[in-house]
């Protein structure tokens, strides 16, 4: 397969600076240098700098949980991408459905945010995901396809290659309930053919669509052996180093 597998972990609201570089410091010895797999953790924005610090060296990337679309300016408690630039982070997870519940961001915010990022030189995390009421309902696809459409409208074919899709189905994140193989496996394949009507089956294929909702070791190798799973955007398991390093491991040693 040509696409590389991608692990990252979705700190959420968890950590401070010390724990962070703690965090790191263990991971780093567990999982070495990688080059099967991509890594990336993800803290919140006040550990980014002692982050990236701990990070030095390593093949380990950072990303962001967020970022706003505007340059500076009177935008109370937001963050920009320059700000984000100071501390090399390579990705930036937008459109998690925490934010869409929580904080009200609808697609069209979040498009703006995509393009922002990916002017910035950065690559966005897009987090598409049904809730459980719209899985009973049977409008899985057309709620992750609209998600999808409309958070990369206006992106062109080239900028395509750089974004990754995280696949959250809302009721497996945090709840332990995962989404079987197969069911990911679905939503995944109809995730790259609507890239691919969007882009070209070539520039799709080169899209990592990632898994997210209660992944953990003991569910990791059969999800990661399905064709179109190309990693895991994890949180409660990307908080310890065992369980995370251990994620790192199962896509090393998948396909
Ligand atoms: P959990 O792995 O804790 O279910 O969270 C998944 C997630 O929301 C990652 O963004």
Known sequence: ????????????????????????????????????????????????????????????????????????????????????????CSYVILGHSERREYFKECNCLINKKVKAVLENGMKPILCVGEKLEERESGKTL????????????????????KIVIAYEPVWAIGTGKTATPAMAQEVHAAIRKILADAFGSETAEKIQILYGGSMKPENADALLAEKDIDGGLIGGAALKADSFAALVKSAESAK
């Open 142 to 161: 057309d709620v992750v396809s609209e998600q999808t459409i409309k958070g990369l409208e206006g992106i062109s074919g080239a900028d395509a290659e």
């Open 1 to 88: 397969m040509s696409r590389k597998y991608f692990i990252a972990g979705n700190w959420k609201m968890n950590k401070t600076a010390a724990e962070a570089v703690a965090l790191i410091e263990s991971i780093k010895e567990q999982i070495g240098s990688q080059e099967k797999v991509e890594v990336a953790v993800c803290p919140t924005f006040t550990s980014l700098d002692a982050a990236s610090k701990a990070l030095k060296g390593s093949t380990m990337k950072l990303g962001a949980q967020n970022m706003y679309f505007e340059k500076s300016g009177a935008f109370t408690g937001e963050i920009s991408a320059d700000m984000l630039k100071q501390f090399d």
